[in-house]
Protein backbone atom coordinates (compact mmCIF):
# COMPACT_ATOMS: atom_id res chain seq x y z
CA UNK A 1 0.00 0.00 0.00
CA UNK A 2 1.39 3.11 -0.61
CA UNK A 3 2.12 5.95 1.78
CA UNK A 4 -0.88 8.14 2.88
CA UNK A 5 -0.84 11.32 1.64
CA UNK A 6 -2.38 12.92 5.55
CA UNK A 7 -0.89 11.33 8.70
CA UNK A 8 -1.95 12.21 11.92
CA UNK A 9 -0.52 10.84 14.95
CA UNK A 10 -1.46 11.21 18.52
CA UNK A 11 -2.80 14.77 17.52
CA UNK A 12 -3.79 16.55 20.96
CA UNK A 13 -5.81 20.11 20.85
CA UNK A 14 -6.42 22.01 24.47
CA UNK A 15 -7.79 25.21 25.21
CA UNK A 16 -6.44 26.35 28.51
CA UNK A 17 -7.19 23.36 30.79
CA UNK A 18 -9.61 21.85 28.47
CA UNK A 19 -8.03 18.79 26.71
CA UNK A 20 -10.50 18.93 23.50
CA UNK A 21 -8.43 15.75 21.52
CA UNK A 22 -6.79 13.73 23.42
CA UNK A 23 -4.38 11.83 21.10
CA UNK A 24 -6.27 11.34 17.90
CA UNK A 25 -4.57 9.04 14.97
CA UNK A 26 -6.28 8.77 11.70
CA UNK A 27 -4.73 9.01 8.08
CA UNK A 28 -6.01 9.27 4.39
CA UNK A 29 -5.05 7.37 1.21
CA UNK A 30 -4.39 9.73 -1.53
CA UNK A 31 -7.80 10.15 -3.54
CA UNK A 32 -9.74 8.94 -0.73
CA UNK A 33 -12.71 10.55 1.27
CA UNK A 34 -12.46 9.79 4.36
CA UNK A 35 -15.07 11.42 7.46
CA UNK A 36 -14.49 11.87 11.15
CA UNK A 37 -17.98 11.57 12.25
CA UNK A 38 -18.86 12.02 16.09
CA UNK A 39 -21.50 14.35 18.88
CA UNK A 40 -21.42 17.57 19.31
CA UNK A 41 -18.51 18.52 21.24
CA UNK A 42 -16.56 15.50 20.11
CA UNK A 43 -13.09 17.43 19.03
CA UNK A 44 -14.04 17.17 15.45
CA UNK A 45 -13.31 21.00 14.64
CA UNK A 46 -10.53 20.87 17.02
CA UNK A 47 -9.12 18.48 14.87
CA UNK A 48 -9.71 19.69 11.62
CA UNK A 49 -8.49 23.28 12.45
CA UNK A 50 -4.90 21.78 13.67
CA UNK A 51 -4.44 19.78 9.96
CA UNK A 52 -5.18 23.16 8.24
CA UNK A 53 -3.00 24.50 10.57
CA UNK A 54 -5.63 27.24 12.00
CA UNK A 55 -4.86 26.28 15.33
CA UNK A 56 -1.87 24.88 16.78
CA UNK A 57 -1.66 21.25 18.45
CA UNK A 58 -0.53 20.50 22.04
CA UNK A 59 0.99 17.43 20.68
CA UNK A 60 1.30 14.86 17.92
CA UNK A 61 2.34 14.81 14.75
CA UNK A 62 0.45 15.90 11.14
CA UNK A 63 2.63 14.36 7.95
CA UNK A 64 1.44 15.97 4.63
CA UNK A 65 3.36 14.19 1.53
CA UNK A 66 6.04 12.69 3.75
CA UNK A 67 6.72 16.11 5.33
CA UNK A 68 5.80 17.11 9.13
CA UNK A 69 3.83 19.82 8.57
CA UNK A 70 2.64 19.96 12.56
CA UNK A 71 3.51 23.69 13.30
CA UNK A 72 2.94 25.02 9.58
CA UNK A 73 0.95 28.13 9.18
CA UNK A 74 -2.51 27.63 7.54
CA UNK A 75 -1.73 30.14 4.36
CA UNK A 76 2.03 28.21 4.37
CA UNK A 77 -0.58 24.85 3.80
CA UNK A 78 -2.60 26.47 1.24
CA UNK A 79 0.58 26.90 -0.89
CA UNK A 80 1.57 23.09 -0.95
CA UNK A 81 -2.26 21.71 -1.79
CA UNK A 82 -3.63 21.62 1.90
CA UNK A 83 -6.92 23.83 1.92
CA UNK A 84 -9.85 23.75 4.58
CA UNK A 85 -13.36 24.79 4.15
CA UNK A 86 -13.89 26.47 6.97
CA UNK A 87 -17.16 25.68 9.44
CA UNK A 88 -19.85 28.39 8.58
CA UNK A 89 -18.61 29.10 5.45
CA UNK A 90 -16.73 31.90 6.22
CA UNK A 91 -17.53 34.14 2.94
CA UNK A 92 -16.99 37.64 2.73
CA UNK A 93 -21.07 39.02 2.09
CA UNK A 94 -19.89 42.65 1.42
CA UNK A 95 -17.55 41.07 -1.68
CA UNK A 96 -18.92 40.18 -5.09
CA UNK A 97 -19.04 36.35 -5.89
CA UNK A 98 -15.90 37.18 -7.92
CA UNK A 99 -13.52 38.75 -5.33
CA UNK A 100 -14.66 36.13 -2.96
CA UNK A 101 -13.08 33.28 -6.09
CA UNK A 102 -10.03 35.34 -6.27
CA UNK A 103 -9.02 35.07 -2.69
CA UNK A 104 -9.52 31.37 -3.32
CA UNK A 105 -6.13 32.28 -5.20
CA UNK A 106 -4.47 34.96 -3.44
CA UNK A 107 -1.41 32.31 -2.98
CA UNK A 108 -0.56 32.54 -6.43
CA UNK A 109 0.31 36.18 -6.16
CA UNK A 110 -1.79 37.00 -9.32
CA UNK A 111 -5.14 35.89 -10.62
CA UNK A 112 -6.24 32.66 -10.77
CA UNK A 113 -8.89 33.02 -13.70
CA UNK A 114 -8.48 29.65 -15.59
CA UNK A 115 -9.24 27.93 -12.06
CA UNK A 116 -12.55 30.40 -11.43
CA UNK A 117 -13.82 29.85 -15.10
CA UNK A 118 -13.26 26.47 -14.50
CA UNK A 119 -15.53 26.62 -10.96
CA UNK A 120 -18.45 29.33 -13.01
CA UNK A 121 -18.59 25.94 -15.52
CA UNK A 122 -18.83 23.73 -12.21
CA UNK A 123 -21.28 26.08 -10.45
CA UNK A 124 -23.48 27.81 -12.90
CA UNK A 125 -25.15 29.93 -10.45
CA UNK A 126 -21.75 31.33 -9.46
CA UNK A 127 -21.70 32.55 -13.08
CA UNK A 128 -24.85 33.90 -13.34
CA UNK A 129 -24.27 36.61 -10.56
CA UNK A 130 -20.56 36.56 -10.11
CA UNK A 131 -20.87 40.58 -10.00
CA UNK A 132 -23.28 40.66 -6.99
CA UNK A 133 -22.50 40.94 -3.48
CA UNK A 134 -21.94 37.38 -1.93
CA UNK A 135 -24.67 38.28 1.21
CA UNK A 136 -26.69 38.41 -1.92
CA UNK A 137 -26.51 34.04 -2.13
CA UNK A 138 -28.74 31.72 -0.27
CA UNK A 139 -27.33 29.43 2.24
CA UNK A 140 -27.23 26.36 -0.40
CA UNK A 141 -25.23 28.62 -2.26
CA UNK A 142 -22.80 30.62 -0.30
CA UNK A 143 -21.82 26.76 1.12
CA UNK A 144 -21.20 26.19 -2.76
CA UNK A 145 -19.25 29.26 -2.99
CA UNK A 146 -16.92 28.65 -0.18
CA UNK A 147 -16.11 25.17 -1.76
CA UNK A 148 -15.33 26.98 -5.31
CA UNK A 149 -13.14 29.08 -3.28
CA UNK A 150 -11.45 26.42 -1.68
CA UNK A 151 -11.34 24.54 -5.24
CA UNK A 152 -9.39 27.41 -6.75
CA UNK A 153 -6.42 27.07 -4.81
CA UNK A 154 -6.43 23.77 -6.61
CA UNK A 155 -5.89 21.44 -3.47
CA UNK A 156 -4.57 18.18 -3.25
CA UNK A 157 -6.04 17.83 0.34
CA UNK A 158 -9.32 19.36 1.05
CA UNK A 159 -10.62 19.70 5.00
CA UNK A 160 -14.62 20.30 5.21
CA UNK A 161 -16.23 21.27 8.32
CA UNK A 162 -19.69 20.24 8.33
CA UNK A 163 -20.47 21.64 4.73
CA UNK A 164 -24.50 20.39 5.24
CA UNK A 165 -24.82 22.08 8.69
CA UNK A 166 -28.03 24.14 8.11
CA UNK A 167 -28.81 23.28 4.74
CA UNK A 168 -32.83 21.65 3.78
CA UNK A 169 -32.43 18.70 2.59
CA UNK A 170 -32.42 18.79 -0.77
CA UNK A 171 -29.53 21.11 -0.75
CA UNK A 172 -27.67 18.46 1.57
CA UNK A 173 -27.96 16.12 -1.27
CA UNK A 174 -26.26 19.08 -3.79
CA UNK A 175 -23.60 19.73 -1.40
CA UNK A 176 -23.02 15.75 -0.95
CA UNK A 177 -23.00 15.24 -5.28
CA UNK A 178 -20.03 18.09 -5.58
CA UNK A 179 -17.89 16.75 -2.17
CA UNK A 180 -18.44 12.91 -4.06
CA UNK A 181 -17.21 14.72 -7.73
CA UNK A 182 -14.37 16.44 -5.60
CA UNK A 183 -13.50 13.27 -4.81
CA UNK A 184 -13.96 11.48 -8.36
CA UNK A 185 -11.63 13.97 -9.50
CA UNK A 186 -8.77 12.95 -7.50
CA UNK A 187 -8.75 15.18 -4.93
CA UNK A 188 -8.14 13.67 -1.12
CA UNK A 189 -11.40 14.77 1.06
CA UNK A 190 -11.61 14.60 4.91
CA UNK A 191 -15.01 15.19 5.64
CA UNK A 192 -16.27 16.30 9.12
CA UNK A 193 -19.68 15.71 9.33
CA UNK A 194 -22.46 15.10 12.80
CA UNK A 195 -24.25 13.86 9.73
CA UNK A 196 -23.01 10.58 10.29
CA UNK A 197 -24.39 8.36 8.16
CA UNK A 198 -24.36 10.96 5.24
CA UNK A 199 -21.16 11.15 5.53
CA UNK A 200 -20.27 7.33 6.23
CA UNK A 201 -22.34 6.69 3.03
CA UNK A 202 -19.88 8.67 0.39
CA UNK A 203 -16.54 7.69 3.07
CA UNK A 204 -13.97 5.47 2.08
CA UNK A 205 -13.31 5.19 5.66
CA UNK A 206 -14.63 6.69 8.88
CA UNK A 207 -13.15 7.93 12.16
CA UNK A 208 -15.76 7.74 15.43
CA UNK A 209 -14.70 10.70 17.76
CA UNK A 210 -16.25 10.82 21.38
CA UNK A 211 -14.39 13.58 23.79
CA UNK A 212 -11.73 13.91 22.09
CA UNK A 213 -10.81 9.89 20.93
CA UNK A 214 -11.46 7.89 17.84
CA UNK A 215 -13.75 4.86 19.56
CA UNK A 216 -14.01 3.32 16.09
CA UNK A 217 -12.28 3.40 12.85
CA UNK A 218 -12.56 1.14 9.63
CA UNK A 219 -13.97 0.73 6.41
CA UNK A 220 -17.36 3.46 5.91
CA UNK A 221 -19.43 0.60 4.82
CA UNK A 222 -18.27 -1.74 7.95
CA UNK A 223 -19.19 0.96 10.66
CA UNK A 224 -22.21 1.80 9.26
CA UNK A 225 -23.30 -1.97 9.15
CA UNK A 226 -22.61 -2.28 12.82
CA UNK A 227 -25.30 -2.05 14.42
CA UNK A 228 -24.13 -1.45 17.92
CA UNK A 229 -21.85 1.88 16.19
CA UNK A 230 -24.63 3.08 14.63
CA UNK A 231 -26.94 2.63 17.84
CA UNK A 232 -24.36 4.06 20.38
CA UNK A 233 -22.68 6.81 18.36
CA UNK A 234 -24.52 7.59 15.27
CA UNK A 235 -27.84 8.32 17.05
CA UNK A 236 -31.11 9.42 15.82
CA UNK A 237 -30.82 9.57 11.18
CA UNK A 238 -30.26 12.94 10.74
CA UNK A 239 -31.78 12.73 7.34
CA UNK A 240 -34.82 11.38 8.33
CA UNK A 241 -35.02 14.15 11.20
CA UNK A 242 -34.29 16.75 8.99
CA UNK A 243 -36.72 15.37 6.17
CA UNK A 244 -39.54 15.68 9.21
CA UNK A 245 -38.42 18.40 11.52
CA UNK A 246 -39.98 21.78 11.24
CA UNK A 247 -37.37 23.68 11.02
CA UNK A 248 -36.14 24.30 7.29
CA UNK A 249 -33.73 26.65 5.74
CA UNK A 250 -33.48 28.33 2.72
CA UNK A 251 -33.13 26.57 -0.45
CA UNK A 252 -30.54 26.87 -3.49
N1 LIG B 1 -12.18 28.13 21.65
C1 LIG B 1 -12.48 27.21 22.59
N2 LIG B 1 -12.26 27.45 23.89
C2 LIG B 1 -12.55 26.54 24.83
N3 LIG B 1 -13.09 25.34 24.59
C3 LIG B 1 -13.34 25.04 23.32
C4 LIG B 1 -13.06 25.96 22.24
N4 LIG B 1 -13.42 25.38 21.07
C5 LIG B 1 -13.89 24.16 21.41
N5 LIG B 1 -13.85 23.96 22.73
C6 LIG B 1 -14.26 22.74 23.45
O1 LIG B 1 -13.54 21.66 22.91
C7 LIG B 1 -14.37 20.53 22.76
C8 LIG B 1 -14.37 20.08 21.31
O2 LIG B 1 -14.96 21.09 20.52
P1 LIG B 1 -15.04 21.02 18.93
O3 LIG B 1 -15.61 22.29 18.47
O4 LIG B 1 -13.74 20.59 18.40
O5 LIG B 1 -16.08 19.83 18.75
P2 LIG B 1 -16.94 19.42 17.47
O6 LIG B 1 -16.91 17.94 17.43
O7 LIG B 1 -16.47 20.15 16.28
O8 LIG B 1 -18.38 19.90 17.87
P3 LIG B 1 -19.60 20.41 16.93
O9 LIG B 1 -20.21 19.18 16.37
O10 LIG B 1 -20.48 21.11 17.89
O11 LIG B 1 -19.02 21.31 15.87
C9 LIG B 1 -15.72 20.92 23.29
O12 LIG B 1 -15.80 20.49 24.62
C10 LIG B 1 -15.71 22.42 23.21
O13 LIG B 1 -16.53 22.97 24.19
MG1 LIG C 1 -17.38 21.45 14.97
Do not use: C
Not at 109 to 132: C, H, N, W
Not at 158 to 182: T, Y
Not at 203 to 219: C, I, K, R
Amino acid sequence: MSDPILSVEDLRVSYGRVQAVRGVSFEAEQGSLVTLVGANGAGKSSVINAVSGMLRPAGGRITFRGQDITRTPAHALVKRGLVQVPEGRQILATLTIEDNLQMGAWHTGGTAQKSITAMYDRFPVLAERRALPAGALSGGEQQMLAIARALVAEPAVMLMDEPSMGLAPKIVDEVFRVIEEIRASGTTVVLVEQNARRALRAADHGYVLQTGEVVHSGPAADLLADERIVEAYLGVDTDSRRRDGPTQHGGL
